[in-house]
């Protein structure tokens, strides 16, 4: 079992910053973000493999979000900036014990609770 704790959303007028991170409590070969905005579907965002330091960025973040890993603390940071009052969502973050599925968002093993950020305006 591994747990998966995200930090550090918050509240953010449009064009800020913020900087998300996900701990880990045990070794991943994977870790992505997702988010999930009020009446919609979940959807990935960013994905790193956490050993070959690849990432993997959806069209919607691509140049303002950057992933980067701290393998010795099994976490992994997301810093957002140019944010927009459309990146309002749930961040989650989720992450693969295995390879079996090496798919950029799909096949997740275990799951954290979630963290709100709101860009205002």
């Known amino acids: 079992q591994v747990q998966v704790v995200e930090s550090g959303g918050g509240s953010v007028q449009a064009g800020g910053s913020l900087r998300l991170s996900c701990a880990a409590s045990?070794?991943?070969?994977?870790m992505g973000w997702f988010i999930q905005a009020p009446g919609k579907e979940r959807e990935g965002i960013a994905t790193i493999y956490t050993d070959l330091d690849i990432s993997y960025y959806a069209a919607s973040v691509k140049g303002r979000f950057t992933l980067s890993r701290d393998s010795a603390k099994n976490t992994v940071y997301l810093q957002m900036n140019s944010l927009k009052p459309e990146d309002t969502a749930m961040y989650y973050c989720?992450?693969?014990?295995?390879?079996?599925?090496?798919?950029?968002?799909?096949?997740?093993?275990?799951w954290g609770q979630g963290t709100q950020v709101t860009v205002s305006s």
């Open positions: 989720a992450a693969k014990i295995s390879l079996s599925d090496d798919s950029w968002f799909t096949g997740y093993d275990y």
């Open positions: 045990g070794y991943t070969t994977q």
